[in-house]
């Protein structure tokens, strides 16, 4: 459990601190009782203000255990997030999924939130009131052991029967809900990216249809977990009932000055016990997201030098009816540079995409990341590759970022102009030093002496392949490769498509034409 690794004295010493307050809680509330029942013989008037005065100090003593407690716990939680962030952002480097996909993200950030309360609202609860549990019953012997075993009883379905059964339950509904989102997701996008199509071939309202029936089935699921929770808060409710009445019935004639003590005692115990039954019941499944997300020990690939081609190949996204690419042919060897040129949608990215899975090259895709960290972390990928400061300092300098330091944080990525993170994800990739690079529209949002500065930095790497609509540079490219809808419809070294009648020289001729 390396993820812990920082935290564990925190974690143990507020869970001492919530074991202190919440013994010192059932003080107050024991007290409390029997100052009840003693009003009732008329005791002398100073134990009654003894009595109160250690209630307000009991108080006062829970107060600083609790906030003590919460100081630590949330300091942990914090520190264990930035570490799981960090860890995820060195393990997204060499990741398979799509991580700009909005459902990715989305679930990603879900996980988070869970993360968020796994010390907070899972651990350390649950263990001080396991604790504390333990303690009562051992102390109920003190009265008589009837009370032990009604109290182990309500131990026993509170803190591990109900959990463990939940658990399997919101479990299940959990991956139904996933199911059925990520379902939803790609019925949405299928909508949305190919409405067009849809409505030629007259499928779009089937499509809505089958959207409505998975909100309908989300919102079923929604209604299940509501259920849930309401069955927990029930049985809850009933089991201290219950023990509320069978102490009533059992001890009124042996301990009847006891019964308010008693009575406020499991009073106590409940208000520490049923608040942790639901998050108890996603520790599994918490932990397992806190693992997937701190799992530094994805595959890197190896270094490949062979040529990057596709032969004939066809994909469409899953759920979907629509081919985004079609009979692709493209072959991409050692030391040549390839342009890919074609209008927005015609399936440019996704041609990338799908050379990307076999490559191992420096990547610039169109959606750039960018962190709440420093110039150099977010360089070095949180130093996944390795650079000194005077490095990074010297090309940010280079690519006319001199405004910048190494040591600078960025507050928010939202600061950054498209231009920047343009040119500072160039020098990340310049120090992951890829013989390969392959770029999604690298000099988009830059004026002219940039775009010419970062054609000069492309040029000069062994390979490259580059889907574009800036075509100021394209005939240093060795070959282009004209994509309209998903079909590639002329492909040849550049020199030839430039000098006969085709559409990449008419694209040629309308670009040199808008300048």
């Known amino acids: 459990m390396m993820y812990l690794k920082g935290e564990k004295m925190h974690i143990f010493y507020s869970i001492v601190l919530g074991i202190i307050g919440g013994l010192v809680g059932v003080a107050i509330f024991g007290l409390s009782g029997y100052m009840i029942s003693l009003s009732f013989f008329e005791p002398p008037f100073f134990l009654i203000i003894l009595i109160i005065a250690m209630i307000k100090m009991f108080g006062l003593t829970k107060g600083a255990a609790k906030y003590m407690e919460r100081l630590l716990s949330h300091d942990a939680t914090f520190k264990m997030i930035g570490r799981l962030r960090a860890s995820y952002f060195k393990q997204s480097v060499n990741s398979t999924e799509d991580t700009h996909s909005v459902r990715y993200i989305q679930k990603l950030t879900s996980y988070f939130d869970d993360i968020e309360d796994y010390y907070i609202r899972i651990i350390y609860p649950y263990v001080v009131a396991v604790f504390i549990s333990l303690i009562l019953t051992v102390l109920s012997l003190l009265i008589d052991p009837m009370l032990l075993v009604l109290l182990l009883v309500s131990v026993l379905i509170l803190l591990l029967i109900m959990p463990l059964v939940i658990s399997g339950i919101s479990g299940k509904l959990y991956d139904e809900r996933n199911k059925v989102e990520d379902s939803l997701f790609t019925q949405l996008y299928h909508y949305i990216h190919d409405f067009t199509n849809l409505f030629v ?32 808060d029930t049985v809850s409710l009933l089991i201290q009932l219950g023990m509320i009445l069978l102490i009533i019935v059992l001890f009124s004639s042996d ?42 020990g994805a595959s890197v690939q190896e270094d490949k030098h062979q040529s990057l081609s596709l032969s004939n190949m066809t994909f469409r996204y899953p759920s979907t009816k629509r081919d985004v690419l079609n009979s692709i042919n493209i072959d991409i060897k050692p030391g040549e540079k390839h342009a890919l040129i074609g209008s927005s949608g015609s399936g440019k990215t ?13 990547i610039m895709p169109q959606q750039l990341d960018f962190y709440n960290a420093t ?16 490095q990074i300092n010297e090309l940010l300098e280079r690519f006319e970022l001199e405004h910048f330091k190494a040591d ?32 999604d529209e690298p000099t988009a949002s830059l004026n002219t002496r940039l775009r010419d500065k970062i054609w000069e930095e492309i040029f000069q790497k062994d390979t490259v392949l580059a889907a574009t609509h800036d075509l100021s ?43």
């Open 255 to 296: 301990y009847p000055l006891l019964i308010p003590m008693i009575i406020l005692l499991l009073m106590s115990f409940f208000e520490l016990a049923i608040p942790v039954i639901k998050p108890a019941s996603k520790y599994k499944a918490v932990k397992a997201r806190v693992e997937a997300v701190s799992d530094t």
């Open 375 to 390: 110039v150099k972390e977010n360089i070095t990928m949180f130093n996944h590759f390795e650079s000194e400061e005077n």
């Open 408 to 439: 600078d944080y960025i507050t928010s990525a939202e600061y950054l102009s498209l231009g920047e993170k343009k040119r500072m994800h160039l020098i990340r990739m310049y120090i992951e030093n890829k013989n390969t690079w392959i770029l």
């Open 473 to 515: 540079h394209l005939d240093r490219f060795d070959y282009v490769h004209y994509l309209e809808g998903g079909t590639i419809i002329e492909s040849s070294s550049t020199e030839d498509a430039l000098d006969h009648d085709g559409p990449v020289r008419e694209a040629y001729r309308r670009y040199r034409d808008a300048l």
């Open 350 to 362: 996704t041609l990338l995409n799908q050379l990307i899975k076999q490559s191992d090259a420096g």
């Open 201 to 232: 071939v007259k499928e779009d309202r089937q499509v809505n249809e089958n959207i409505k029936a998975t909100y309908k089935k989300i919102t079923k699921n929604e209604n299940k977990e509501a259920s849930l929770d309401a069955v927990i």
